[in-house]
């Protein structure tokens, strides 16, 4: 068992630690924000992930796991420090390393002893040479010291899992020892391990994401065509999902990929690629069907209403999928912000992204349940396929809504039985049973 050091508490500051601490290593979890930390040593997790607090809570008590803001008390035995620090898109979408540039200035000002530096936030191809160029410069007195990459590939809602069983570990140094004991950290979860150069690793992660956002644009655009041609888009991907080449996952037609990693990983892929004198039009695609994805929403519901001034559209889920409060980049957020240029008034309701939805847009207004946001309304969008909306008595919710119109931005319900009900149902590109195939979502 290792003593480990976490710079940042962020989402994957705060698993990478509690799952770390459940495997028997002691962690320790820094952060800047005083407030943060005050509230994680009185029991209060700030992010939503099924699991998560059960877990701190756990390993807090064990003994296993703190919380501090000093970084000399985190590093004081530590063997081994991930930096697992935010890189939001910065004004061209390049990521923006001030956090990381931050956490490595403090480490190499605080460090007293050979340290292990695992960069595990997603940091673009080249970081891990400059943050040891940064510990070199900065640390008072030279200490030996080895940089490895090991990308993160946690799936908010089901981060816990995730962490446990890998489908892989990624490992990339230029110091072979410093990856091998890396590795033995991650042992005890059995998956493959691949070990390589620091820029190759940082690469993987992009090159993950890239692909995978580029699976739902591709099906997005696929819907698109359906839409047109009067074909159905959940039959087409599942006979696509049947030939083992092409496999059934990321091939659900929606509002598009949203969240804190897909759209700035994308966009910062792009950029790199830019700058260094690659033309990344494919990457382009990807960014520009995603976002036209939910203007197609916008769209839908002004050709069925006529016009959305003073009309009253009902949001059904706000995160950008389900399982999270997670509400960067998602769907609904975007889309009510639409609306309401358009003079619609909004409401919304969400299991569990409510207050951050209410910071976000202080004009949508929050319902109590699904079936308030229902009552009275002209039109209702399903943007996030929580559990809790595939069981819905929708009998009722026609009955209270003004005009009974529903729109599936997640084609969780079936058409037939919507129509049965005496909706005026719109899916995304389910051939026949849009009716009308120009008015369909896609």
Known sequence: MKTIAVAGTGYVGLVTGACFADLGNTVTCIDINKEKIDSLNRGNVPIYEPGLSELISQNVSAGRLRFTTGYYEALADAEIVFICVGTPSGVDGEADLRYVRMAAETIAETMDHPLIIVNKSTVPVGTGDWVADIITRRQPSPIEFSVVSCPEFLREGSALRDFNNPDRVVLGSQNPAAAEKVKELHLPLGAPVILTDLRTAEMIKYASNAFLATRISFINEIATICDKLGADVEVVAKGMGYDKRIGPHFLNAGLGYGGSC????????????????????????????????????????????????ERRIGLLGLAFKPNTDDLREAPAMEIAHLLQNEGAMVSGYDPVAMVGASRMNPQLRLAESAYDVAEGADALLLCTEWNEFKQLDMGRIKTSMAKPILVDGRNIYEPTRMQELGFVYRGIARGMYNNGHSMGLM
Not at 264 to 278: I, N, R, T
């Open 262 to 309: 897909f759209p700035k990983d994308v966009k910062a892929l792009e950029h790199m690629a830019l700058v260094h004198g690659s033309h990344p039009a494919l990457l382009r695609a990807v960014i520009e069907i995603n976002r036209d994805t939910r203007r197609r929403a916008v769209i839908t519901l002004r050709g069925l209403l006529g016009s959305l001034s």
